[in-house]
């Protein structure tokens, strides 16, 4: 069952005249995060918006979180097939001309959406945007940043370059062409994503911090990291990176090497390596 609904029209002309954007939320189980995440949507200031959140049944108090906000939002609370599966549902209910999932733990910076839409507006050109992220802890704080590279499909697909996902926009028609998200992937569905959109249509980088990154212990990027890094690697080998190549066996060292090494030094290298969960890791092996 949807509940609420977002159609609103636009309170203006000038209004009329933005693109609608569509934000989907997959969330389980994310009471501890999830209505700063719907707050840091709602608070965007931008009229042209359509928001859903695509709950897998959670049993926390999010449901009693979503139906505080009333038309504001639409939102389903019912079992699916995992964080692809919620993004892809909620998707095919999107009204919007520009596209984008935030996770029910990230957060927008203000302005991001007008920001998007003003570029998208004038690069008729580009199919999808991104910029950089705020990396913040379990409390909000900020820790880092995580800035996004320029586009280059080659790097994403030999070297696993990460295009920050929280900061990632695309339009309705790029999408189209490339299809949904991949519900066999657990960790690396979006990467898969950048990838065939990037075959598609090059990237756009925005030099500007569009949302924050929020690392926890329990977020799948540092509870599950060899898996993560696993999936990634095999993401890589089905876009084209082979194991006879130096790329490969490059990654694995990496992988392998950094956890082979002392504590400090692995603090180092992690600081050096700038990474979301490198930075974080860092921090946290120092508490």
């Not at 979180?65 to 389903?76: C, D, E, N, P, T």
């Not at 029910?104 to 690069?123: E, I, K, N, R, W």
């Not at 990460?162 to 066999?184: L, N």
């Not at 080998?237 to 790329?247: A, D, N, S, V």
């Amino acid at each position: 069952m949807i509940h609420s609904s977002s159609t609103r029209a636009p309170s203006s002309t000038d209004d009329a005249r933005l693109p609608r954007v569509s934000v989907v939320t997959p969330s389980l189980n994310q009471a501890a995060f999830i209505e700063a995440t719907i707050r840091s949507v709602l608070d965007q200031d931008y009229p042209a918006l359509d928001y859903i959140v695509i709950d897998g049944g959670s049993t926390d108090g999010t449901v009693e979180i979503l139906q505080r906000y009333g038309s504001r939002l639409r939102w389903v609370s019912e079992p699916d097939r995992g964080q692809a599966d919620a993004i892809n549902k909620g998707l095919r209910m999107a009204e919007g001309e520009i596209l984008a999932y935030l996770n029910s733990d990230d957060l927008y910076l203000p302005g991001t959406l007008t920001q998007v839409a003003g570029y998208l507006a004038g690069h008729p050109e580009a199919g999808w945007v991104y910029g950089d992220c705020r990396l913040i802890d379990e409390a909000g704080n900020a820790i880092g940043r995580l800035r996004a590279p320029a586009f280059d499909l080659n790097r994403m697909i030999l070297q696993g370059e990460y295009i920050p996902q929280p900061a990632a926009f695309w339009r309705r028609s790029a999408a189209a062409a490339v299809g949904e998200f991949d519900v066999t992937l657990r960790y690396s569905m979006d990467y898969d994503f950048f990838i065939r959109l990037g075959q598609r249509a090059p990237g756009r980088r925005l030099d500007a911090e569009l949302a924050c990154f929020r690392l926890q212990p329990a977020s799948k990027t540092i509870s599950s990291e060899d898996k993560h890094w696993r999936e990634t690697l095999m993401v890589s080998e089905r876009h084209g990176l082979r194991p006879w190549t130096m790329w490969y066996w490059l990654r694995r060292i990496r992988h392998r090497g950094l956890r082979a090494l002392p504590g400090s030094w692995q603090r180092f290298v992690r600081r050096q390596l700038g990474r979301g969960q490198d930075q974080y890791q860092a921090e946290h092996d120092n508490r």
